[in-house]
């Protein structure tokens, strides 16, 4: 079965600092991979998505960047945190018109 | 690009009570929807989809869902809440990433928190 992990599951990091997100996914090739931020009151963000090794998309111009350095693993980063970037980010994968899967979820906090 | 709405972003009910999250959308397609569920500080669960077929569709822990065309519609129910129920509850569809392209995303509404009252 399919699984997806993210890590770390919390950070507390302060504004300007440097930002590395992970999420890796098991028992499938070749998904879809997605990046989404959740804010409080404000439904889910499609942040970043990925059809393939090196191939990423950003839906909405912002402070991040993300890539995919292999098949299963995509990665969130940032040079210079905001406090707007502050939010709990969801790694996703799929294939198709159908169902996402989630992962666990990291909550980002900037100070 | 399609679009949801769910009316009400907080729903409370009584356990044993009939459970009942409205959601709405947009889609100039025949929409595959979803509704998934989040417990706090976790990822989203999906309990059911609607792609082809059948419009009333059974999920995971006593949930339905019926598809209206007519009405634009796709409200999730459960005849009887349970305190374990309580949760935020977000609808989605299915849109495409690029125009006439292969690539999904989901476009999800903004949520609806479920408090279960004892």
């Known amino acids: 079965s399919q699984t997806i992990h993210q890590w770390p599951a919390t950070l507390v990091q302060p504004v300007g600092s440097p930002l590395s997100l992970e999420c890796t996914v098991e028992?499938?090739?070749?998904?879809?991979l997605y990046w989404y931020r959740q804010a409080a009151g404000r439904g889910l963000q499609l942040l970043f998505y990925s059809v393939g090794i090196g191939q990423i998309s950003s839906e909405v111009p912002q402070n991040l960047s993300a890539s995919r350095p292999q098949d299963r693993q995509f990665i969130l980063s940032s040079k210079k945190l905001l406090l707007s970037d502050s939010g709990f980010y969801l790694c996703?994968?799929?294939?198709?018109?159908?169902?996402?899967?989630f992962g666990p979820g990291t909550r980002l906090t900037v100070t | 690009a399609q679009s949801v709405t769910q009316l009400g972003s907080h729903v409370s009910v009584s356990e044993g009570a009939l459970v009942l999250l409205r959601c709405n959308y947009s889609s100039s397609v025949p929409p595959y929807l979803f509704w998934y569920v989040q417990y706090p500080n976790q990822g989203l669960q999906l309990l059911l989809k609607y792609t082809t077929g059948a419009t009333l569709v059974k999920g995971i822990n006593g949930f339905e869902a019926e598809f209206k065309k007519s009405e634009t519609s796709f409200h999730l129910t459960k005849p009887s809440a349970h305190m374990s129920d309580a949760a935020e509850y977000f609808c989605?569809?299915?849109?495409?990433?690029?125009?006439?392209?292969?690539?999904?995303?989901?476009?999800f509404g903004k949520g609806t928190l479920l408090t279960v009252n004892p």
């Open positions: 996703a994968w799929g294939g198709g018109p159908y169902e996402q899967y």
């Open positions: 028992g499938t090739s070749n998904p879809n």
């Open positions: 989605a569809v299915s849109d495409t990433l690029n125009s006439g392209g292969s690539n999904y995303k989901l476009t």
